[in-house]
Structures are given as structure tokens and as C-alpha cells.
């Protein structure tokens, strides 16, 4: 699956599953009426490294980017996000996806990557933990998912 580093004209390739799936309320923190401004803004804006994944058609089917987390004397320390097309999913896409940016990450001399709200009840859980990301806290009912009620975000992290 060839993945390559998103450019500007990939947007309107990405708005529909970005807006679907934080629409849906289930897996990011982010306000579900996020607009398409607001969203380009918060996904494709430098630093940010930003890829897409395309199938062999061209379609763009998901994306990812990695970025700094903390600033300062933790500036060694990357964030990344992941959203795959719904309707592409379990094609093992997000694993493409993942084990990429993990590359790029230690290639740019990233340290390690934390992910600072990861919900709890997301099936991504299990991906980034085969990946070697371990929870190292949970901030309990901190998310209102739709149909699981109040559940926790985890902290997950990984060294690179």
C-alpha cells in the first residue's frame, strides 16, 4: 500500500473520513462540529508531518501525522494521530499507517511517542498495543462516548 507524505491538495481527500469519524463522537477528543477549517488546521498544520495512505486505485483511504508533544527539554518526544476511511477498514491499513509514522518518528530522531487521550473503548487499543505502546495511566470518565457512557482516555507510550 504505498503511503507518502500528504500535500496541501490532499484535503478534500481527507475531510470526509476526518469529519465522519470525529463527527461520530467515538474515538477523538475533538468537537464533533470541528469545521473543515478548523479540522485542516488541527490535522495538516506544520510541524506536523502528515502521510496518506492510497490504494491502488489512488483513493486516499487514511492518514496519519507525527509531531512534537511537549516542548523544551521534553521536546524528544513525538505525538501522532491516526484515522483510517471507515469504509476501508480492517484492511490493515492503520497498521500500515503506524508502523510508517513509527519509522519516519525515529528516522526524524524522535525518542518516543506518547498518544495523550487515547479512549479506552477504541478497537485501536489493541493495534498500538502489539506495536509495543503500553498504558501507563488512565484518566477515569474523562470521555462521553455515545454508546459505552463515561470511559477512560488512556496515556499510551512507546520508546522509539
Do not use: C
Not at 13 to 38: K, L, M, Q
Not at 88 to 96: E, T
Request: hydrophobic share 45%; proline share 8%.
Amino acid at each position: 500500500m504505498p503511503i507518502r507524505e500528504a500535500t496541501t491538495d490532499d484535503w478534500p481527500r481527507i475531510w470526509p473520513f476526518w469529519h465522519r469519524i470525529v463527527a461520530a463522537g467515538e474515538t477523538y477528543t475533538w468537537d464533533p462540529d470541528t469545521s473543515p477549517a478548523d479540522a485542516r488546521a488541527l490535522w495538516m498544520n506544520p510541524p506536523k508531518q502528515v502521510f496518506v495512505a492510497e490504494d491502488t486505485s489512488g483513493t486516499v483511504v487514511g492518514s496519519a501525522y507525527v509531531t512534537r508533544n511537549y516542548a523544551g527539554p521534553a521536546a524528544g518526544i513525538a505525538n501522532a494521530g491516526f484515522m483510517v476511511d471507515p469504509d476501508h477498514a480492517g484492511r490493515g491499513i492503520g497498521r500500515a499507517l503506524a508502523e510508517h509514522v513509527l519509522v519516519a518518528a525515529r528516522a526524524a530522531g524522535w525518542r518516543a511517542m506518547v498518544f495523550n487521550a487515547v479512549v479506552e473503548t477504541n478497537p485501536a487499543v489493541h493495534l498500538w498495543t502489539s506495536l509495543g505502546f503500553t498504558v501507563v495511566g488512565t484518566v477515569p470518565d474523562a470521555f462521553d462516548h455515545p454508546r459505552h457512557g463515561r470511559v477512560g482516555l488512556h496515556v499510551m507510550h512507546r520508546r522509539l
